[in-house]
Nanobody, 116 residues
Framework: QVQLVESGGGLVQAGGSLRLSCAASGSIFSFYAMGWYRQAPGKQRDLVATVTSGGSTKYADLVKGRFTVSRDNAKNVYLQMDSLKPEDTAVYYC???????????WGKGTLVTVSS
């Protein structure tokens, strides 16, 4: 069984920074891709950033230049969020994709609130 646990969410003023962390545990040794989605109230869940095992990254246009996704091994992923805006307020979900079985795994989410 695979579990993803996020941490680092909270309340921050506009212009501030937060760093989200996600740790995966379980029977899978490594994941091809890991990253972050977010879901604001009343909206769909959207991709924020992703990083592959080879180090390739992809960002949503809305966060380019402000957010940085990184991995330090096969099972941990981070999201450094700078210059935060009120519109970044959302629940942030960690995900991991295992290309061996084609499955996505999800964390329970961590709330980020940016006040104006």
């Amino acid at each position: 069984q695979v579990q993803l646990v996020e941490s680092g969410g909270g309340l921050v003023q506009a212009g501030g920074s937060l760093r989200l962390s996600c740790a995966a545990s379980g029977s899978i040794f490594s994941f091809y891709a890991m990253g972050w989605y977010r879901q604001a109230p009343g909206k769909q869940r959207d991709l924020v950033a992703t990083v592959t095992s080879g180090g390739s990254t992809k960002y949503a246009d809305l966060v380019k230049g402000r957010f940085t996704v990184s991995r330090d091994n096969a099972k941990n992923v981070y999201l450094q969020m700078d210059s935060l805006k009120p519109e970044d307020t959302a629940v942030y979900y960690c995900y991991a994709f295992n290309n061996a079985n084609g499955l996505n795994y999800w964390g329970k989410g961590t709330l980020v609130t940016v006040s104006s």
